[in-house]
């Protein structure tokens, strides 16, 4: 089992910048794959950004690359986004999510926190 707590979120106006944290609790966090996902109102769920317990190869969706980082911190069961440049657009609740390979789906995710840029 794996709990997960986002924080981080708040209000920023375009091209501000946030660094979202998601800490996760037990003892086999580093073998998890992290991933962070979004979803605005009125929309379905997206992904944004993924970290193998490798921190090699980081995915980031077509939207936020070169805007946004991901990375983890194994010692303190954590994974951050750093959020650059942001927009109006990535505007939403954003929740960080694990699984463990080789599961193609997600199984824990958080609650959620909130991302609001103001143009």
């Known amino acids: 089992q794996v709990q997960l707590v986002e924080s981080g979120g708040g209000l920023v106006q375009a091209g501000g910048s946030l660094r979202l944290s998601c800490v996760g609790s037990?003892?086999?966090?580093?073998?998890?794959?992290m991933g962070w996902f979004r979803q605005a109102p009125g929309k379905e769920r997206e992904f944004v950004a993924a970290i193998t317990w490798s921190v090699s190869n980081p995915a980031y969706a077509d939207s936020v690359k070169g805007r946004f980082t991901v990375s983890r911190d194994n010692t303190k069961n954590t994974v951050y986004l750093q959020m650059s440049s942001l927009k109006p657009e990535d505007t939403a609740v954003y929740y960080c999510a694990a699984k463990l390979p080789p599961r193609p789906y997600y199984d824990y995710w958080g609650q959620g926190t909130q991302v609001t840029v103001s143009s």
């Open positions: 037990g003892r086999t966090f580093s073998s998890y794959v």
